[in-house]
Every structure is written in structure tokens, then in C-alpha cells.
């Protein structure tokens, strides 16, 4: 299902506008309670998908970056918590300061500012392979026509929400988009939904009420389940109809997921919390996944898989599953080689 019908169908989705801003408490309210879960979570590239430039470590380590591309002299200075980017054709010049960045900086970090109520992508990302600024992906390397378009490319209404919708919590509220009051980074409520009425509830003992307050996304079905973390990393049906095709489709998990084979009609073994614990840094290390791969496809080689659901064991191995069957491809512009979440026997003619 599209995240846009989700969204309107049920009580709380991912990038949900409609609660207001006195429904959300923030993370560190939650953390009275759920200490654990809390401390862990603040690590991972999820709570760290978006920041206001005051609090980027990558524009803090860097006081001074350039960049020269065509008749364009880019620079982007810090100083006093503030970074401006500013684009020079050697006659005309102009600078913007940041107002919010985008990404973990495990890959990259993306820069938005605002300008006469228009928010604009910066055209320069920051990419830790490279180390340096480079073109953000998605924009052109053509020389734009003037200084204006060189720094930065302008953002239609609806993608800018959901840019700052799923890099950030509570970037809209009351129906309305308000990034100036976000709290930075995916946090507690942007998953389990605006916490202030289960805490309340929560505190003075009601406990069984106070679970109906928040979601936990743990206990929807295969099919819910994939389509909750699509509302940020794309569905099936959203990338069926934005029309992407090709390598950059693997950006988009969900969906390659449910290209597998090992997907049929949704087995909840196979979905995005099977492999994937939302509170726990992510795992890099591939016999990590291992056990998951073997619970269907057991170790014996000849055997008839789990009664449950067959799946013929891997004549090859038994380990490092992932390094073969969700095999790792660059996509342009990234400077970085992404998982193919799409599981199945690799021919590496086709993607």
C-alpha cells in the first residue's frame, strides 16, 4: 500500500502530521521509563538521520571544506556554530547559511537552508569515503546557469515534508509543517507515535490504557510490518509509483525485500525486524545475519528446510550468507556500495 494511504488510514504511521505538538514529550522523557532501550538507541544512524548544524559533527570537525566544479568556487565555513555555504562565478557570488543536516554521515550528510520561504537542497553533500564535498546525489553535475542555481536546488512543498518527515520527529504537527519545532534526529515517537497521553497514563498506574496510546510496530503482520518502515525507506507501491527503476531501487529496502523470492505473501521471519532491532546500532559483520538465513534454510546440505516454511540448504556454506545472496552494488553518486536487500541466487548479469 502507498505511505500516503497509510498515512490517512490508520492512527499512527510514520511522517503522520496530524498530532499536535503538546501530544509529543521527546526522547528523554521517554528514557524515564525505558532507560535501555533509550540509551542504545541515541547511537544508532536512525536517531542521527538529522541534525540542526549547531549539533553535526562533520561541519564541527570541519571549519573550512572547498570544492571547484566547471566556473563554480565553492566554499563552506563554520564558525560560531553557523555554516555557510557560498558559490562564486568569480564576477556574481552568493552564500546561504544551513539551517538543518541530513544523514548519519555514514555515507553522507545532505544540507538544507531556507530562502524567501522556499527550502532548497544544498548542492554540495559532505561524504565520508571521499572525505570532501561532492555533488548531492540526484543533482546534476551540468554547470547551472548562474550562481543562484549553483548553490542549491529548490524543494517542492510535498517533498520537503517528507524530507524533513523522515529524517527528523514531529517536523509536522497539527496538520501543519513546522520544522523550526522539530525534535532532531528519529527518536521514540516518530516509530511508537506521540508519547505525552501513554506517559500520562503510564504514571498514575493505568498501564493497560497507556498501551493504547503508542504503537508497537513489533506486533504488525509481515505485509503492515515492511510497509511501516517503507513510509521512510519506500514500500513497493511508493517506488512502483515514483517511477525509479534500476540500480537505484536498492536504496529502497522494502521493496527490494519484497522482490525475494523468499517474500511470497509475506512471512514475518523475512520482514525488516527480523533482521533488523530499531534500537540497536546497526550490524555490519554478515555471519551477524546468519542464524536468520539458517532458520529456514537449514545446515544440512539435502535437507528439506523448516517444516514451517521449505527452503532448500545452501550446497556452498553455511556462513556469510548475506555476501552472496544480498550482494553489495555502488550506486552513482553515492560514493558507496548499498546491501540488495532483494534475497535470491545471484546472476550477475542482472540486478
Same mark, same amino acid.
Given at each position: 500500500?502507498?505511505?500516503?494511504?497509510?498515512?490517512?488510514?490508520?492512527?499512527?504511521?510514520?511522517?503522520?502530521?496530524?498530532?499536535?505538538?503538546?501530544?509529543?514529550?521527546?526522547?528523554?522523557?521517554?528514557?524515564?521509563?525505558?532507560?535501555?532501550?533509550?540509551?542504545?538507541?541515541?547511537?544508532?544512524?536512525?536517531?542521527?538521520?538529522?541534525?540542526?548544524?549547531?549539533?553535526?559533527?562533520?561541519?564541527?570537525?570541519?571549519?573550512?571544506?572547498?570544492?571547484?566544479?566547471?566556473?563554480?568556487?565553492?566554499?563552506?565555513?563554520?564558525?560560531?556554530?553557523?555554516?555557510?555555504?557560498?558559490?562564486?562565478?568569480?564576477?556574481?557570488?552568493?552564500?546561504?547559511?544551513?539551517?538543518?543536516?541530513?544523514?548519519?554521515?555514514?555515507?553522507?550528510?545532505?544540507?538544507?537552508?531556507?530562502?524567501?520561504?522556499?527550502?532548497?537542497?544544498?548542492?554540495?553533500?559532505?561524504?565520508?569515503?571521499?572525505?570532501?564535498?561532492?555533488?548531492?546525489?540526484?543533482?546534476?553535475?551540468?554547470? =547551472?546557469?548562474?550562481?543562484?542555481?549553483?548553490?542549491?536546488?529548490?524543494?517542492?512543498?510535498?517533498?520537503?515534508?517528507?524530507?524533513?518527515?523522515?529524517?527528523?520527529?514531529?517536523?509536522?504537527?497539527?496538520?501543519?509543517?513546522?520544522?523550526?519545532?522539530?525534535?532532531?534526529?528519529?527518536?521514540?515517537?516518530?516509530?511508537?507515535?506521540?508519547?505525552?497521553?501513554?506517559?500520562?497514563?503510564?504514571?498514575?498506574?493505568?498501564?493497560?490504557?497507556?498501551?493504547?496510546?503508542?504503537?508497537?510496530?513489533?506486533?504488525?503482520? =509481515?505485509?503492515?510490518?515492511?510497509?511501516?518502515?517503507?513510509?521512510?525507506?519506500?514500500?513497493?507501491?511508493?517506488?512502483?509509483?515514483?517511477?525509479?527503476?534500476?540500480?537505484?531501487?536498492?536504496?529502497?529496502? =522494502?521493496?527490494?525485500?519484497?522482490?525475494?523470492?523468499?517474500?511470497?505473501?509475506?512471512?514475518?521471519?523475512?520482514?525488516?525486524?527480523?533482521?533488523?532491532?530499531?534500537?540497536?546500532?546497526?550490524?555490519?559483520?554478515?555471519?551477524?545475519?546468519?542464524?536468520?538465513?539458517?532458520?529456514?534454510?537449514?545446515?544440512?546440505?539435502?535437507?528439506?528446510?523448516?517444516?514451517?516454511?521449505?527452503?532448500?540448504?545452501?550446497?556452498?556454506?553455511?556462513?556469510?550468507?548475506?555476501?552472496?545472496?544480498?550482494?553489495?552494488?555502488?550506486?552513482?553518486?553515492?560514493?558507496?556500495?548499498?546491501?540488495?536487500?532483494?534475497?535470491?541466487?545471484?546472476?550477475?548479469?542482472?540486478?
Amino acid at each position: 500500500m502507498a505511505t500516503r494511504d497509510r498515512v490517512l488510514s490508520v492512527d499512527w504511521w510514520p511522517t503522520k502530521s496530524q498530532p499536535g505538538r503538546k501530544e509529543y514529550i521527546g526522547p528523554a522523557a521517554c528514557a524515564g521509563c525505558h532507560s535501555a532501550e533509550a540509551a542504545i538507541q541515541k547511537t544508532t544512524p536512525m536517531a542521527k538521520a538529522g541534525a540542526l548544524p549547531a549539533g553535526s559533527k562533520i561541519l564541527a570537525a570541519h571549519k573550512r571544506l572547498s570544492f571547484h566544479l566547471g566556473p563554480y568556487d565553492y566554499d563552506l565555513t563554520r564558525a560560531e556554530g553557523r555554516s555557510v555555504l557560498s558559490v562564486s562565478d568569480g564576477t556574481h557570488s552568493v552564500s546561504a547559511t544551513f539551517g538543518w543536516a541530513f544523514g548519519a554521515g555514514v555515507v553522507a550528510e545532505t544540507y538544507v537552508f531556507e530562502r524567501g520561504g522556499i527550502f532548497y537542497e544544498a548542492r554540495l553533500s559532505y561524504f565520508s569515503a571521499l572525505e570532501a564535498l561532492d555533488i548531492t546525489p540526484g543533482q546534476s553535475a551540468s554547470d =547551472p546557469l548562474d550562481v543562484d542555481k549553483a548553490i542549491g536546488r529548490p524543494m517542492g512543498a510535498e517533498e520537503a515534508h517528507l524530507c524533513f518527515g523522515c529524517h527528523n520527529t514531529a517536523s509536522s504537527m497539527g496538520g501543519q509543517f513546522d520544522p523550526d519545532h522539530l525534535i532532531p534526529g528519529v527518536t521514540c515517537e516518530a516509530c511508537h507515535g506521540p508519547g505525552a497521553k501513554h506517559a500520562s497514563a503510564a504514571k498514575e498506574g493505568r498501564i493497560g490504557e497507556s498501551l493504547t496510546h503508542v504503537l508497537n510496530p513489533a506486533k504488525l503482520g =509481515p505485509i503492515d510490518s515492511v510497509d511501516f518502515c517503507g513510509a521512510c525507506h519506500r514500500t513497493w507501491t511508493d517506488v512502483m509509483e515514483n517511477g525509479t527503476e534500476g540500480v537505484a531501487t536498492i536504496r529502497f529496502q =522494502p521493496y527490494r525485500l519484497e522482490l525475494s523470492r523468499c517474500w511470497g505473501k509475506g512471512d514475518d521471519r523475512i520482514t525488516c525486524l527480523a533482521c533488523h532491532d530499531p534500537h540497536q546500532p546497526l550490524a555490519h559483520d554478515p555471519v551477524s545475519y546468519d542464524n536468520r538465513c539458517l532458520r529456514c534454510h537449514l545446515a544440512t546440505k539435502g535437507s528439506e528446510g523448516a517444516s514451517d516454511h521449505p527452503g532448500a540448504a545452501c550446497p556452498r556454506s553455511t556462513k556469510d550468507c548475506a555476501t552472496c545472496h544480498m550482494p553489495k552494488y555502488e550506486i552513482p553518486g553515492t560514493h558507496t556500495k548499498f546491501t540488495d536487500h532483494r534475497i535470491r541466487i545471484v546472476r550477475l548479469e542482472r540486478q
